[in-house]
């Protein structure tokens, strides 16, 4: 995915707001980036204006005055109690903060439930998987701390 750079325009998007504005600088850290927002229509000169801190979370690429099916799809999977998105065949899950981030094909993903590494994805280091079901995830908790005291006992 391409990053966001100085003059990209983006369009930043919460529950309560959705805003048009133009990259003006980067901010040390990459999670962050000075956007500005309000220049009278006078985008041709966004770097005279204020530039206001914003999560890069909450940007998306181009000016978009409606919601993209990246919106449309987290709140959905946020109303029904969901926390990613899972491709069983694929191997592949992704929790809500990072769908923005996803480069894959999500056509064939279903709604899934975060939970706890599974054994495979323990030892390449992930932080989570998605289930394809509550149960499963839930589960996944005890099995994982079950892990960890195995890993512990090896050593």
Wanted: net charge negative.
């Amino acid at each position: 995915m391409k990053p966001m750079k100085k003059g990209s325009k983006v369009t930043y998007v919460t529950a309560n707001k959705r805003e048009v504005g133009i990259v003006k600088s980067e901010h040390d850290n990459p999670n962050y980036l000075f956007v500005v927002f309000n220049c009278g229509g006078e985008w041709d000169k966004y770097e005279d204006y204020t530039a206001a801190l914003t999560r890069t979370s909450d940007l998306i690429r181009g000016w978009h005055p409606h919601p993209t099916v990246g919106e449309i799809t987290r709140e959905y999977l946020e109303k029904n109690g969901y926390s990613g998105l899972i491709q069983p065949d694929a191997e592949c899950g992704c929790s809500l903060d990072e769908l923005n981030d996803c480069d894959e094909n999500c056509m064939e993903c279903i709604a899934g439930f975060k939970g706890a590494p599974s054994e495979d994805a323990f030892y390449a280091d992930a932080d989570y998987c998605i289930y394809t079901t509550k149960e499963l995830a839930d589960q996944s908790f005890e099995a994982f701390e079950q892990l960890k005291e195995k890993v512990k006992q090896e050593k």
